[in-house]
């Protein structure tokens, strides 16, 4: 079975440019959750979406956004680049928005702001 | 808000020894996770832990969860080498109506032959 699969794998953008990642969640999972982690820590919760709807978001600014399609896919959005925002972007799928749903992680997408 | 401390952060031991990993959390957390780092990867689940006195064990490693003093341990057993990692506990924050995972900052764990 095909676990959370994300792309890019790595990015390297300037600062004031914008971004999209994007993430697939393992079949039948219907929420995605982004994380940022930050070299040398453990990562911080941006989003979670469930049934295309945004289902909560940790203290980001809203220089991020994201959405999720009808196929339970997900893109996350981030503006104005700033060299801070240099992380790995994890994504995390879970079977529905609530209750014990174990989150399964991707393999991430390495950005760097130059 | 949840807040996770894990300690210690760094730890270098020997093949065949035994430590234990301290996970303290801030408040009501009652699912408590842990989760193995390899250098440039993702993140591996290990445990799921969903009641007070839980306990679960995968090989030489075993995780427990004490909800009344907000701590949980990851013990392990006879070290191998194959076991250095970082590794992260993480809390469930339900604030707002999600599930986000509120992370510690990771023991990165060495052990040496």
């Known amino acids: 079975d095909a676990g959370v699969t994300q792309s890019p794998t790595h990015l390297i953008k300037t600062r004031g440019q914008q971004v999209t990642l994007r993430c697939s969640p393992i079949s039948g999972h219907k929420s995605v959750s982004w994380y940022q982690q930050v070299l040398g820590q453990g990562p911080q919760f941006i989003f979670q979406y469930y049934e295309k709807e945004e289902r909560g978001r940790g203290n980001f600014p809203d220089r991020f956004s994201a959405r999720q399609f009808p196929n339970y896919s997900s893109e996350l959005n981030v503006n104005a680049l700033l060299l801070g925002d240099s992380a790995l972007y994890l994504c995390a799928s879970s079977l529905a928005g609530r209750g014990v749903n174990e989150q399964f992680f991707g393999p991430g997408t390495r950005l760097t702001v130059l | 808000e949840l807040k996770v401390e894990q300690n210690p952060l760094f730890l270098s031991m020997q093949e065949g020894k035994n430590y234990t990993i301290y996970c303290n959390y801030s408040t009501t957390s009652d699912r408590l996770y842990w989760y193995r780092q390899d250098p440039g990867k993702s993140l591996e689940s290990l445990f799921v832990?969903?009641?007070?006195?839980a306990v679960k064990q995968e090989g030489r490693l075993m995780a427990s969860l004490d909800t009344k003093a907000r701590l949980s341990t990851l013990h392990i057993t006879a070290a191998v080498h194959d076991l250095s990692a970082t590794y992260f506990c993480a809390g469930l924050y339900s604030g707002g109506g999600a599930d986000g995972l509120t992370f510690g900052k990771g023991t990165h764990l060495i052990i040496q032959p």
């Open positions: 832990l969903l009641s007070n006195g």
